[in-house]
């Protein structure tokens, strides 16, 4: 099978095993600092695919290129998500990280062909039921009450008051959960600590304990069915197993809360730091819809998704794939693939329009975020970014631009803090 290559100014890979000198680690410091820096050094060592060890020093390939990503995402007969098939599982520690997202679980994220098509169905007939403009309005009333609990002050900190909050309590809404009190928190925090391994517990016993919450959600819906996400999953003709219904909840819960926030949080922060925006940034909407645009372009909340695993031989970048390998999509190298935007551009000078959805922010293929997912999305950060520019027009960095720092992760991208002030407002 021919790999989908095309004239790009690439070097000839330098080896055909993921571990040999040059490996480069898939996290650290500079992940977090500068990751499109990076992303363009491995581009320039090693071309569209470079081979990584991710923690523990397991071996895999990292797919940089956005023909090479989408080619992995379309060709199932080629790179599957059936993570049993990993070559490296007798290298994998009991303990490891990333366990809870690599081993293999009944969710949807992990099934194949018929299985994922009907279990995908499931899921988007759920989704499909939601009323978007009575998602807007929840939102809008969810953000003027957030808005209205530190106004007066003058200064927040909005990712722990407002970017993450919002999404939390959309989430809980349509999923048929109470949204505010200590349940609902510990849900949002144990959900951060899975993905990010940066809280007090390792990844795995968070995650077990988000299990904990929404298999208690699924046993509520079976006793006691509601007009929400979880109860027309749960009536589906389908017939989900509870299991099979725990697993795919989490994944929506993750994607509506944890990725939206970081999409609303990185939005602000493009919002309040960049010129382009200035003149703008009081609630214009087309400069709102241009800024969360690009920051799935340029700054994508998932930066990198583990993973496709090799059905056979094959080549992809000019690399050899063995069987069982590992292949992590760098969805956000992908985006900034200079093979796709003019040369020397980096993607703010014009050329990324609100309009231009090319991006591969949602995924490709049959494992894309499934419809309507991306459009309630929008709905939910649209409505917090525009509410708090019009309530709080002034709104400025209480810290200089660079003082701003990321979470711990390779797999997504989001601000551990976005201090802020502005003119208290006086009810």
């Not at 995908?120 to 998602?135: P, R």
């Not at 970048?317 to 069982?324: D, N, Q």
């Amino acid at each position: 099978m021919n790999d989908p290559t095309g004239t790009a100014p690439y070097p000839p890979p330098t080896a055909a095993c993921p571990v040999h000198e040059g490996a480069v680690r898939l996290g650290g410091p500079e992940f977090r600092r500068a990751p499109a820096e990076l992303y363009r050094s491995l581009r320039h060592r090693h071309g569209p695919v470079a081979p990584v060890v991710l923690d523990g020093a397991v071996p895999a390939w990292l797919v940089l290129g956005y023909a090479e990503v989408a080619h992995v995402a379309a060709h199932r007969e080629l790179f599957g998500r059936d993570s049993r098939r990993w070559n490296q599982w007798s290298a994998v520690p009991a303990n490891w990280p990333l366990l809870p997202f690599v081993g293999h679980q009944p969710s949807a994220g992990f099934t194949e062909e018929t299985e994922h098509q009907v279990r995908g169905a499931v899921v988007t007939v759920a989704l499909e039921a939601v009323d978007q403009f009575e998602l807007a309005h929840w939102c809008r009333r969810i953000a003027d009450g957030l808005i209205n609990s530190f106004a007066g002050s003058g200064q927040a900190e909005l990712m722990a008051v407002y970017a993450h909050a919002l999404p939390m309590r959309a989430a809980v809404q349509l999923c048929g959960m109470t949204a505010g009190g200590v349940a609902t928190e510990e849900l949002v925090r144990d959900l951060r600590n899975s993905l990010d391994g940066a809280g007090d517990d390792d990844p795995p016993a968070a995650y077990a304990r988000v299990q904990e919450r929404i298999q208690r959600l699924v046993e509520d819906k079976r006793r006691l069915p509601g007009p929400d996400v979880t109860s027309r999953m749960l009536t589906h003709p389908a017939g989900l197993t509870d299991e099979q219904a725990v697993q795919d909840l989490i994944t929506v819960l993750t994607s509506a809360q944890q990725l939206t926030a970081d999409w609303i949080g990185n939005t602000l922060r493009l919002l309040l730091t960049d010129d382009r925006f200035a003149l703008n940034v009081s609630g214009g909407r087309l400069s709102v819809g241009q800024a969360l645009n690009e920051v799935l372009w340029l700054d994508t909340p998932i930066q990198t998704v583990t993973g496709r695993w090799a059905l056979r031989d094959t080549t992809l970048g000019g690399r050899s794939i063995r069987a069982g390998d590992c292949v992590v999509l760098g969805l956000a190298a992908a985006n900034t693939d200079p093979r796709i935007w003019p040369e020397g551009h980096d993607g703010r000078d014009g050329h990324v329009r609100a309009e231009n959805a090319a991006h591969l922010s949602f995924g490709n293929g049959e494992h894309r975020c499934p419809y309507p997912a991306p459009l309630l999305a929008d709905v939910i950060a649209r409505t917090a970014v525009e509410t708090l520019l019009e309530r709080l027009p002034d709104v400025v960095l209480a810290v200089e631009p660079e003082e701003l720092t990321w979470r711990p992760s390779v797999w997504r991208r989001g601000l551990t803090s976005l201090p802020v002030r502005f003119t208290p407002v006086v009810r």
